[in-house]
Nanobody, 122 residues
């Protein structure tokens, strides 16, 4: 079965950094785009970033542009998100998600991990 396991979350002070990992299994990782989505406490889901199959194209929400970097290691079936210059508003559960594209060109995320919690606090 498809399995996505996030790790690397924790408590960090504002301005700090963290690197999240997502270990994927149960599907051909290198054949799918991947995304990171987050959910702040009491808030809705917010798409954060996406990366194409080969890792050469990356996309970011305006809220994290310039601070976060998505990457992947297809040989290790692992997705990463480097979080720099962290702000309190980055506090959220971070999920990695397997990403596909439908026939109309719309993107969807059909499998999600359980998430890893990132807390930014002084």
């Amino acid at each position: 079965e498809v399995q996505l396991v996030e790790s690397g979350g924790g408590l960090v002070q504002p301005g700090g950094s963290l690197r999240l990992s997502c270990a994927a299994s149960g599907f051909p990782f290198s054949s799918y785009a991947m995304s990171w989505v987050r959910q702040a406490p009491g808030k809705g889901l917010e798409w954060v970033s996406a990366i194409n199959i080969g890792g050469g194209s990356t996309y970011y929400a305006d809220s994290v542009q310039g601070r976060f970097t998505i990457s992947r290691d297809n040989a290790k079936n692992t997705l990463y998100l480097q979080l720099n210059s962290l702000k309190t508003e980055d506090t959220a559960m971070y999920y990695c998600a397997k990403t596909g594209e439908d026939v109309l060109g719309s993107y969807y995320m059909d499998y999600w991990g359980k998430g890893t919690l990132v807390t930014i606090s002084s």
